[in-house]
């Protein structure tokens, strides 16, 4: 997936005036954020829990390279084979030669971030191998043809009647509306698929280092029937995903589950070691993991590194006033919401995605409910730091910044022109005590009236009393 984050601003526009996109996106502030709130309320100990889930992050990522190694040698012993890409395009030719050499054609694909990130999907096609996707929400946005535009549920950004219109074309049966009926037409197109597959492709939760074990979260279970079914499963994650033992592991699995969909713990929860042994009934008979580093090893030891504590939970995005004002696709990339603003400049290269960092209303939402406690805000504001310091917001912005920089180091003059310029506004609102301008800032004002302010500056204010 080509990186577009540049035209956030006119992508984020086009998403405003969406009326299905704002429609879908009502629907998604509801429900992620009550059920999350519900789950939370109900679990005395949720904020232990976050400062546990922050700890086991945080150690993981000060000794990444022993639990790489470790994990690796466990992973081998079980049976699986261990690959390491250090760039996108590394991890699809891995991917690909692996599924030339086993004279593979058609796979089922569970739901892999890290895929998406790496465009495993775009390869697979100009190989002419047949993918279909098995996530309910993916198998969607495969038909349509779309990214995805949430963390955890891809097909978020569409309504019910869209999908009937996307199934109706797909399958060649009659537009249906009822959601079981769609869900069943869903089923029967991904049984087929998951009969024909020779090979499946995963991505991971959680990989563990005491075990070399992979851990697989879904509410569909298709992430086992992926795995599997066919003789060949291929792990497609990220290396930051390890964790030291199943304990911690389980700590962060709580956590996933009521962040991510307010439930206690997902429906299927698949710890998969090594391929089918001689006395398994099941299972794949070759199983590889492509542990992607993509850049994450250089966020390593800088102030980025908490971001690598991310779990992937998405409730910070189901919080963040911008995301749902605009949805994920206007972030143009894999990632999306406050991590993606995060991620995606670290990933990918600010130059290429300026203005996410500054698609916050710094708010502070992200932060209060990341369920590893990851400071999102100062995160992106590292990011705003860099670009101003590499020149890539507009002049007026950094002139306007150097100004306001220079007039904080004068505080005297600072209060006398901030008093001024209240007084000026208070004037410009008139009777109706409304700003239908701002000069010099007229996006402020370009969708609705600002009210003006109403008297002195709280600072003025504060001397007189004294
Ligand atoms: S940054 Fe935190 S809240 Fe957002 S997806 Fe990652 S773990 Fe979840």
Not at 97 to 119: C, D, F, I, N, P
Not at 251 to 258: F, N
Request: net charge positive; hydrophobic share 45%; aromatic share 6%.
């Amino acid at each position: 997936m080509e990186v577009a984050s540049l035209a956030f601003h006119q992508a984020a526009r086009r998403a405003l005036a969406d009326a299905e996109l704002q429609r879908a996106l009502a629907r998604l502030r509801q429900n992620f954020q009550s059920r999350r709130a519900q789950a939370v309320a109900a679990l005395p100990e949720f904020e232990a829990l976050r400062r546990a889930g922050e700890a086991i992050r945080d150690h993981v990522l000060q000794h990444l390279d022993h639990y790489l190694e470790r994990f690796v040698e466990r992973a081998q012993a079980a049976g699986a084979k261990v690959h390491i890409a250090a760039t996108a395009g590394e991890a699809r030719r891995l991917v690909l030669e692996l599924l030339q050499a086993h004279g593979v054609r058609r796979v089922t694909k569970s739901k892999s971030m890290v895929a998406e990130e790496v465009a495993l999907a775009e390869a697979l096609e100009a190989a002419g191998i047949r993918r279909v996707e098995t996530d309910l929400g993916e198998y969607i946005i495969q038909l349509a043809n779309e990214p995805p535009s949430h963390l955890i549920g891809p097909a978020v950004h569409m309504t019910e009647e869209r999908i009937a219109r996307l199934f109706a074309a797909a399958h060649g049966e009659p537009e249906e509306h009822d959601p079981k009926r769609l869900v069943a037409q869903a089923r029967r197109v991904l049984r087929q698929a998951y009969l024909e597959a020779e090979a499946g492709i995963t991505g991971a939760n959680f990989l563990v280092a005491e075990t070399g074990s992979v851990i697989t979260v879904t509410n569909e279970g298709n992430a086992e029937l992926t795995q599997g079914l066919p003789p060949l499963h291929i792990v497609v994650t990220s290396i930051e995903k390890l964790v030291p033992t199943m304990e911690h592991a389980f700590t962060l699995l709580r956590l996933l589950a009521r962040s991510a969909t307010g439930q206690e713990f997902a429906t299927y929860t698949t710890v998969l070691t090594g391929p089918r042994r001689a006395d398994d009934r099941d299972g794949p008979e070759a199983m590889h993991i492509v542990l992607v580093d993509n850049g994450r090893s250089a966020m390593l030891g800088s102030r980025l590194q908490p971001m690598l504590r991310c779990i992937r939970c998405s409730a910070c995005m189901n919080h963040c006033p911008v995301y749902l004002a605009v949805g994920g696709h206007a972030y143009g990339w894999t990632y999306v919401g406050p991590m993606g603003a995060v991620l995606t400049p670290a990933l990918a290269g600010i130059d290429r995605t300026y203005p996410l960092p500054e698609a916050s209303t710094f708010c502070g939402r992200c932060a209060d409910v990341c369920p590893v406690r990851i400071p999102l805000p100062d995160l992106m504001r590292v990011w705003r730091e860099e670009a101003f310091r590499r020149r890539l917001a507009p002049l007026h912005q950094r002139a306007g910044l150097r100004l306001w920089a220079w007039l904080a180091r004068h505080p005297r003059l600072y209060r006398r022109l901030f008093g001024l310029g209240v007084r000026l506004l208070a004037a410009l609102g008139g009777r109706r005590r409304r700003l239908r301008r701002l000069p010099l800032a007229g996006g402020w004002t370009r969708a609705r009236d600002l009210p003006a302010p109403e008297g002195p500056t709280f600072l003025a204010s504060l001397e007189r009393r004294r």
